[in-house]
C-alpha cells in the first residue's frame, strides 16, 4: 500500500484532522518556510497527534544536536534533511541516534544527474521534489518523472501532487509514498475535504 505523508502541520486542528483520516505520516517543518513551526509547538501538536501517525522533523542544513534532541524527546520519529546534509554529516547524526531512528533525505530534481548525488547516502528512505531557485522544498511543482531512475529503493515523491494527479503518479513512478502538503489546504491552511479525498483516492485506488 503507498504511504502517505502530510507535510506542513501548524495547529491543533489541523492534528484532528490528521486523526481523523491518519495518513502513515506528517511532518513538522523546523526550516525556514510559511508552515515553520517552534519546537514548543511541535511539542504540543505532537501530543495532539495520534500516535499511530509518524511524526517527520523537517530540516535544513540544522544543527545535528538539535535534531537528535527533538528525536530523543519523541517529538519527531522520523528526520527529513532538505538541506545540503552529505555523507558525513549523516554519519555524524546517525551516532546521536538510535538504531530505530528513520532518515530520509530529500533531493530537488532538475536532472538525472541529481539521482547519482545521493545513491551511497546512509538513509533509510528518499524524497524526490521538483527543483526551485527559491525554496529548498514545497514549491507546489512537479518534476520530470521519466528522470526517474528504474532502481530506486524506497522513496516518496512530492512537488505538484494532488488528489488529481495522485494516481497517475502512482502509476509511473511507483513510489514507496506520496508527500502532499500546499494541495490539500485553502487559504494556507489544511482543508478537511481535501485531506480526506486525497486520502481517500490514494487508498481506494490501492485496495483494488
Do not use: W
Not at 486542528?13 to 514548543?40: L, T
Amino acid at each position: 500500500m503507498i504511504k502517505i505523508k502530510i507535510c506542513g502541520l501548524m495547529t491543533e486542528k489541523d492534528c484532528e484532522i490528521m486523526n481523523k483520516y491518519k495518513p502513515d505520516y506528517c511532518g513538522f517543518v523546523f526550516a525556514k518556510s510559511r508552515h515553520f513551526v517552534s519546537d514548543e509547538t511541535a511539542k504540543k501538536l505532537r501530543k495532539c497527534l495520534d500516535k499511530s501517525i509518524l511524526s517527520v522533523g523537517v530540516f535544513v542544513n540544522d544543527d545535528l544536536d538539535h535534531i537528535a534532541d527533538l528525536y530523543h524527546k519523541d517529538i519527531i520519529q522520523v528526520i527529513q534533511l532538505h538541506g545540503d546534509e552529505d555523507k558525513d554529516t549523516i554519519q555524524k547524526l546517525r551516532l546521536k541516534l538510535d538504531d530505530k531512528a528513520l532518515i530520509i533525505k530529500a533531493v530537488r530534481v532538475s536532472s538525472k544527474t541529481d539521482f547519482s548525488k545521493i545513491k551511497e547516502l546512509p538513509v533509510d528512505m528518499k524524497l524526490y521534489d521538483s527543483f526551485s531557485i527559491d525554496v529548498a522544498g514545497g514549491s507546489g511543482k512537479r518534476f520530470d518523472l521519466s528522470l526517474l531512475p528504474q532502481r530506486n529503493g524506497k522513496f516518496f515523491v512530492a512537488g505538484g501532487v494532488s488528489t488529481e494527479n495522485a494516481i497517475s503518479i502512482i502509476n509511473v513512478a511507483h513510489p514507496y509514498g506520496l508527500d502532499v502538503s500546499s494541495s490539500v489546504e485553502t487559504d494556507g491552511h489544511k482543508d478537511e475535504t481535501k485531506v480526506r479525498e486525497f486520502i481517500k483516492t490514494v487508498r481506494e485506488y490501492i485496495d483494488y
